[in-house]
C-alpha cells in the first residue's frame, strides 16, 4: 500500500512542478487514509524523491515538490535538517542567505547551522560568497548558481576592492575605437571589446553602456540617436569640453559668497585670502 501511495504522491507532483499544498494533495489520493498519507510523505521525504518547501505566496505554510532526476543520489545520506538547511538556501536564489537569516527560518541552533554548512559546501552543493556591499558577511547559494550582480560588484569589482584599473582600460579603449571609427553603436563597442580580448571576462552590453556614459557624462562623447535605425550612435564631439577654463581656474569661480563680492564690501576681493593665495601662483 504505501509504495504505491508514494507513487501517486509522486505523479501527483510532478503534474505541478511549481509545488503542491497538502491540501491540493489530499483529493489527488482518493481512498488513501491520513496514516497512509503521512508515512508515505515520511519515506518519499527521507529519500529525497520529495521536497518540502516554504511556500513562496505564503511563507507561514509548505509545499511539496518532486525532486529532479539525479537528487536523490546528491541528497543521499542528509538528514532532515540538512535538507531543511539546503532549501533554505535554495529559496534564496542567487542573492543568497546569511547565516543569521537561516537561524531565523530554519530555528536551528547557530552551531549546528555552520555544521550543517560545511558539509553542504564538502559535497559542492552550496557555496559561500562574499558580498561587496559588506564585506565581513558572507551568504550561502547554490553551488551552479552564478551571483547576482548587487552581491559581486559585477565586472567592476575584483577579488578585494574595486577595479578603477580595468574601467579606465576600458574607457581608454572604447574613447579610442569610437575616434578611429568616427561613428559607433553600442553592439559594435560590443563586438569590439569582445573580439580584441581587452575583457578578461564577458561583458554585457548594458556593462559596456555604463563606460559609454561615464564617457558621455565627461564631455568625450557625444551620443545621438540615427535617423535610420533609431539607436544611439556615439561620435567625438566637435567642440570638446575643456577639463578647465580661466572661471574654474580662479578661486571666484566655485565661490559660495559670490554674489556678495563687491569691493569694498565685507566680502571684497581686496579682503579674500583665497583670491589673494592665487594671484600668488601666478606666473607674471
Not at 7 to 25: F, Q, S, Y
Not at 40 to 55: D, R, T
Request: charged fraction near 25%; charge should be negative.
Amino acid at each position: 500500500m504505501s509504495k504505491r501511495v508514494e507513487e501517486m504522491i509522486l505523479a501527483a507532483c510532478r503534474k505541478h512542478p511549481e509545488g503542491m499544498l497538502d491540501t491540493a494533495l489530499e483529493p489527488e489520493l482518493p481512498g488513501v487514509t491520513v496514516n497512509d498519507r503521512a508515512e508515505a510523505l515520511n519515506s518519499l521525504l527521507s529519500s529525497h524523491k520529495l521536497q518540502i518547501l516554504v511556500n513562496p505566496a505564503d511563507p507561514h505554510s509548505h509545499i511539496y515538490k518532486a525532486s529532479a532526476v539525479g537528487d536523490t543520489a546528491r541528497f543521499k545520506g542528509l538528514t532532515a535538517e540538512d535538507m531543511l538547511v539546503y532549501q533554505c538556501i535554495q529559496a534564496a536564489g542567487n542573492m543568497g542567505i546569511w547565516t543569521r537569516d537561516m537561524k531565523q527560518r530554519t530555528n536551528l541552533q547557530q552551531p549546528k547551522i555552520n555544521k550543517i554548512l560545511k558539509a553542504l559546501e564538502e559535497r559542492s552543493l552550496v557555496k559561500s560568497i562574499k558580498s561587496v556591499q559588506n564585506a565581513s558577511r558572507k551568504v550561502y547559494m547554490l553551488f551552479e548558481l552564478d551571483p547576482a550582480k548587487e552581491l559581486t560588484g559585477g565586472p567592476w569589482y575584483g577579488p578585494d576592492a574595486f577595479d578603477s584599473e580595468f574601467i579606465t582600460v576600458l574607457q581608454e579603449a572604447t574613447l579610442s575605437y569610437i575616434k578611429s571609427k568616427g561613428d559607433a553603436t553600442l553592439a559594435d563597442i560590443v563586438r569590439f571589446i569582445t573580439e580584441t580580448g581587452i575583457s578578461k571576462q564577458a561583458l554585457q552590453e548594458d556593462d559596456v553602456e555604463r563606460i559609454i556614459n561615464t564617457l558621455d557624462y565627461d564631455g568625450k562623447i557625444d551620443s545621438m540617436e540615427d535617423d535610420d535605425d533609431g539607436l544611439p550612435h556615439y561620435r567625438v564631439p566637435l567642440m570638446p569640453i575643456p577639463d578647465t577654463t580661466a572661471f574654474t581656474s580662479i578661486p571666484c569661480g566655485v565661490c559660495p559668497v559670490f554674489n556678495e563680492c563687491v569691493e569694498g564690501g565685507k566680502i571684497s576681493p581686496e579682503s579674500c585670502q583665497y583670491y589673494s593665495a592665487w594671484l600668488e601662483q601666478l606666473d607674471y
